[in-house]
């Protein structure tokens, strides 16, 4: 990232640490809860939320809802008030294929 002239501490974090889950069982520090830094915790859910309703080579996308299903059955994987919070915004949306 610095070779990319990305120097802020908090993009720095939250690409760091944006692998580490609410139970303590990521990486790379394998730390839990609100000891993850707060834009690690909202990467982690974007991320995971692109991959379900993207397609990919091999990988059909997900419906929205599908995908929040998916990721309300990841137990300790997220945040659950952002995980909520996301499923509250994207629940009244029309679900519309990517372009």
């Known amino acids: 990232m610095q070779g990319h002239g990305i120097v802020a501490p908090e993009a720095v974090r939250a690409v760091r640490d944006h692998h580490e889950r ?3 069982r990521g990486y790379p520090a394998r730390v839990a809860g609100a000891a993850i830094p707060i834009e ?3 990467v982690a859910i974007a ?3 692109s991959a379900l309703t993207v397609a990919r080579r091999g990988l059909p996308r997900l419906s929205r ?3 929040l299903r998916e ?3 990841s137990t ?3 945040d659950p008030s952002l995980l ?3 499923v509250l915004l994207l629940s009244g949306m029309e679900d519309k294929p990517a372009a």
């Open 22 to 24: 609410w139970d303590g």
């Open 40 to 42: 690690a915790r909202y």
């Open 47 to 49: 991320d995971t939320y």
């Open 65 to 67: 809802g599908d995908a």
């Open 71 to 73: 990721m309300a059955g």
């Open 76 to 78: 300790g994987q997220f």
């Open 84 to 86: 909520r919070n996301l």
